[in-house]
């Protein structure tokens, strides 16, 4: 019988459907494990089998059709789905940093400008330097003032990883972060974002189609589709 410290996350029999018009989906399907502090978890299944959809459990953004995602804070336990709409707000802000395929960086301010606003919106001005510091370990120390159209796909990704590591949240979700970037800047951003999350040590869980990103973690967690 695990203790409530060994676990960071659990989720509990979690089953998700979308209804559209008069369409029901199914997509995740009684899911069950525990994700433990520190640890990268990869997690892989075919298009369409949910990743993204658990991801956004995990986060906070959406909720579960039925089941439960229950996360450990200051040694309290707390029920994401018990949460009132501003409460999952404040979860899915401070909890959570979300690093996404498409990088998905505010295009009008600066690469700093992007970190900072994750140090603003979450108020710890007391990180704003780790932050900093955290981009020009990232190799993006002289392009601090640059707009992100004027950097490279990798580049923007490693922005990413910095703004979503800048508070120090718990948990860190990543969605195809290297689906966008060649095989070399792929590891090299994979690289970056272990390291960096272990730093804080915050637990990883990363969706991902590449082998070579799944054997980077200490444990793989597939989703397999629903026959239909
Ligand atoms: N908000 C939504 N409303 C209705 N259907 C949705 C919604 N979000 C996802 N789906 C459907 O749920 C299924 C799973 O989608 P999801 O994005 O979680 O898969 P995925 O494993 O992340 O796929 P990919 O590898 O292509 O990113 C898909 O068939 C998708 O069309
Ligand atoms: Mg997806």
């Given at each position: 019988m695990k203790t409530v410290a060994d676990w960071l996350i659990r989720v509990i029999d979690v089953s998700k459907h979308y209804v559209t018009g008069a369409l029901k989906q199914d997509v995740l399907h009684h899911l069950s494990f525990d994700l433990t502090p520190g640890e990268a978890v990869a997690l892989t299944g075919?298009?369409?089998?949910?990743k993204t959809s658990l991801l956004n459990l995990l986060a906070g953004i959406d909720l579960p059709s039925s089941g439960e995602v229950w996360f450990r804070n200051n040694g309290d336990a707390q029920c994401?789905?018990?949460?009132?709409e501003r409460q999952r707000a404040l979860y899915r802000r401070r909890y959570a940093g979300y690093v996404f395929q498409f990088f998905n960086?505010?295009?009008?301010?600066t690469v700093a400008e992007n970190v900072r606003v994750s140090v603003d919106l979450n108020r710890v001005p007391d990180l704003a330097h780790e932050a900093l510091e955290r981009l020009h370990r990232l190799g993006l120390g002289d392009r601090?003032?640059?707009?992100?159209?004027?950097?490279?796909g990798g580049e923007q990704q490693r922005v990413a990883i910095a703004r979503a590591l800048a508070h120090r949240p718990p948990l860190v979700l990543a969605d195809?972060?290297?689906?966008?970037?060649d095989a070399a800047n792929a590891d090299r951003v994979m690289e970056m974002l272990l390291q960096q999350v272990r730093e804080i040590g915050a637990t990883l869980v990363v969706a991902t189609h590449s082998d070579r990103v799944a054997r980077g973690a200490d444990r793989i967690i597939r989703l397999v589709p629903e026959p239909v």
């Open positions: 075919p298009s369409g089998s949910g994401v789905s018990g949460l009132s960086l505010v295009p009008s301010l601090l003032e640059r707009y992100p159209a004027q950097l490279s195809e972060p290297t689906g966008n970037l």
